[in-house]
């Protein structure tokens, strides 16, 4: 039996105001690669309170139609308890990161990330300013 390996890594992540999405399908591909791991899981983390982490078509339709309903589920300009104690403008992004979730975990088989053929890992700004993101990543299995 091969002993696992643990292999750590990040990508930071440059985002406009939110939501800003934006591909990191490549970044977690090279640090994959790196890794030298063929069999496992990898787990991506978005550090930050309103930043999230999630997998969806990157096509220009689909991550309109993402924004929009971010949008709709916490919208910017309502009134939120968070906006009474620290008055920054931003009590929606909170929200919204929660309910997207900071991180997300994806199979690796063959030394390559396990998805759909037209499944991209994206990575989401929702304050209300830009920000660059630390994605921490981990990734955990065997060697080819």
Do not use: C
């Not at 899981?41 to 930050?48: C, H, R, S």
């Not at 916490?74 to 968070?82: K, S, V």
């Amino acid at each position: 039996m091969q002993a696992a390996s643990v292999f750590v890594g990040s990508v930071q992540v440059s985002l406009k105001t939110g939501p800003d999405i934006r591909d990191i399908t490549m970044e977690l591909d090279r640090l994959l690669g790196e890794s030298k791991i063929a069999e496992g899981t990898l787990t991506a983390t978005a550090v930050g309170s309103t930043g999230s982490i999630t997998s969806i078509e990157f096509e220009p339709g689909v991550i309109e139609d993402l924004k929009k309903a971010i949008n709709r589920l916490a919208p910017p300009g309502e009134e939120y308890a968070h906006e009474k104690a620290w008055h920054d403008g931003n009590g929606h992004s909170h929200v919204q990161a929660a309910l997207l979730g900071p991180s997300i975990a994806v199979p690796v088989r063959g030394g390559r990330l396990r998805l759909g053929t037209w499944q991209q890992i994206v990575a989401v700004n929702h304050d209300n300013r830009p920000r660059t993101r630390a994605i921490e990543v981990t990734i955990l299995g065997t060697a080819g």
